[in-house]
Structures are given as C-alpha cells and as structure tokens.
C-alpha cells in the first residue's frame, strides 16, 4: 500500500479548509520538558491522543485573565 504525500501549498490548503493554522513560539527548554511530561502522564491515563497542542487548548480554555499576576 502507498501513501500519497501532500505536496506543501496542498497541506497548507487541507489544514485551513480544517480552520487549522500551523505557528511557532518560542519557548524555554525546562517548559517544553514540563510540557511533554505532562502530555505522557495524559498518555499514562489512557488519553491515547493527548498531543502537546491538545494540552496548550485546554490550558487557554482553563485561563481566566482575571487571575493572571504576571509571569513570576
């Protein structure tokens, strides 16, 4: 069986007609490695498709501005 690659400006237009932007950040080693441990212990939960992207969703759903003090 063969799977047909998307050539880029085809992946580009498959991921908009699904309302998905693909960005990047920047961000601290020590974050990123939090991250991901926390997508692993999802994952050890049994939440097959926990993603890093998944998990940053749910934190800004979570967010409520009117607690945020500033970075610390």
Excluded: W
Aim: charged fraction near 30%.
């Amino acid at each position: 069986m063969t799977t047909q690659r998307r050539t880029p400006s085809e992946a580009r237009a498959y991921l908009a007609e699904k309302g998905v932007r693909v960005v990047c950040i920047s961000t601290y080693d020590a974050d990123l490695a939090a991250l991901d441990a926390k997508v692993a212990e999802l994952r050890a939960a049994g939440h097959r498709r926990a993603t890093r992207s998944s998990l940053i969703r749910a934190a800004v759903a979570a967010f409520d501005v009117n607690r945020y003090r500033g970075e610390q």
